[in-house]
């Protein structure tokens, strides 16, 4: 019996393919003219972006790009085809439940590598069944929804049918919620006395009126995690971040305003803050750029006097005798633990069925 040959597909935002204005403005236009993303009608939208957001924003973000970028590239698309690998060689090193082979790729809903390009890659392979799976484990209208409309998109384009099998959302998954788990605590957390800012990417609240479950999935997965480690709920919150500036109304609470009242309350009855951002699969921008400048100088301030808020983000990263601490928990990136979490997804959804 010939056995198909499967393929695995990682998704992602992506990144500009540079920290230049010209690059950020090119991958801004393409991620903010998404149907999912946008406030408005794409035609009012395209003139109001192009003419006012753009011409000062790129030259912004491309400054905060490159304070992260790495000497590979893009933090996050250089963790996402880190880890790519990781879970080839997991399929390379076990034969035993597809011994005709997976071949595992990554692919951006805006930018380079593309999920085109990525797709090609698989039917050049000759792969036959694929496992799709946004890494985003908590799915979102603008994001999940976003990258596997893409994906379909880009098949139907291509004229091509593999037997695809799409994985929606996987904040629930054990192996993920270990894996969160086990950073929090290979951090130095200490469940007697410390406390946890669970940190996720905001959505328009009007995505959430509309139906989008995002909210849920993402209260469950803190409440998973907090479990596992046995953190009472007084000693752990959850708040949102990264909201776009535009008219709309984004979920909340806001981390930067959160962080201020968990430093109070350290301070109070003593343990640090560990801040963790579970829906973001890799440390990109809105971590490695918003947790220092953004999120670091809100718990400053909320330790004591106004000025402590102008002190060096990087102080809370050092060891304070009497004042607690904010520590970044850093996301799975391309560590061993994600590729464990990935590779089970992807069998799970390749055996389906």
């Known amino acids: 019996m010939i056995q198909e040959k499967k393929g695995v597909l990682l998704v992602n935002t992506g990144s500009p393919a540079a920290p230049t204005p010209q690059a950020v403005g090119v991958y801004l236009s393409e991620f903010l003219m998404d149907g999912a993303v946008r406030p408005l009608p794409a035609l009012p939208w395209w003139l109001i972006l192009h003419a006012c957001i753009l011409p000062c924003r790129k030259k912004t973000s491309a400054a905060k790009y490159r304070e992260v970028w790495l000497e590979k590239g893009s933090p996050l698309v250089v963790y996402a085809q880190s880890l790519s690998r990781g879970v080839q060689r997991m399929f390379d090193d076990d034969r035993a439940v597809f011994p005709e082979g997976c071949r595992v790729v990554c692919g951006m809903s805006y930018g380079d590598p593309s999920i085109r390009d990525a797709l090609e890659r698989l039917r050049q392979e000759g792969c036959q069944r694929l496992a799709v799976i946004p890494l985003y484990p908590q799915s979102a209208h603008s994001t999940t ?5 893409r994906v379909r998109s880009c098949l139907k384009e291509m004229g091509w049918s593999p037997d695809a099998r799409e994985v929606e959302s996987y904040g629930s998954y054990q192996v993920y919620v270990d894996a969160i788990a086990s950073s929090v605590a290979a951090a130095g957390f200490n469940v007697a006395k410390d406390r946890v800012a669970f940190s996720f990417h905001s ?7 509309a139906g989008d ?9 803190c409440e998973d995690v907090a479990r596992l480690l046995g953190i009472p709920r007084e000693r752990w919150s959850l708040s949102y971040q990264s909201p776009f500036e535009d008219n709309r109304t984004w979920l909340g609470p806001f981390t930067t305003s959160r962080l201020g009242e968990l430093a109070r309350e350290a301070r109070q009855d003593g343990g640090d803050v560990y801040c963790i951002c579970p829906g973001f699969a890799f440390d990109c921008l809105e971590t490695l750029y918003d947790v220092p400048h953004e999120l670091a100088p809100a718990f400053l301030a909320g330790l004591s006097d106004a000025d402590r808020a102008d002190a060096e983000s990087a102080q809370l990263f050092e060891a304070r005798a009497l004042l607690p601490r904010l520590v970044y928990v850093p996301c799975l990136n391309d560590s061993h633990a994600h590729a464990r979490v990935v590779h089970g997804l992807a069998c799970q959804a390749l055996l389906a069925g």
């Open 145 to 149: 929804g976003s990258a596997l409309r």
């Open 203 to 209: 959505i328009p609240l009007t995505d959430v009126e």
């Open 213 to 221: 479950a995002y909210s849920s999935q993402v209260e469950a997965t």
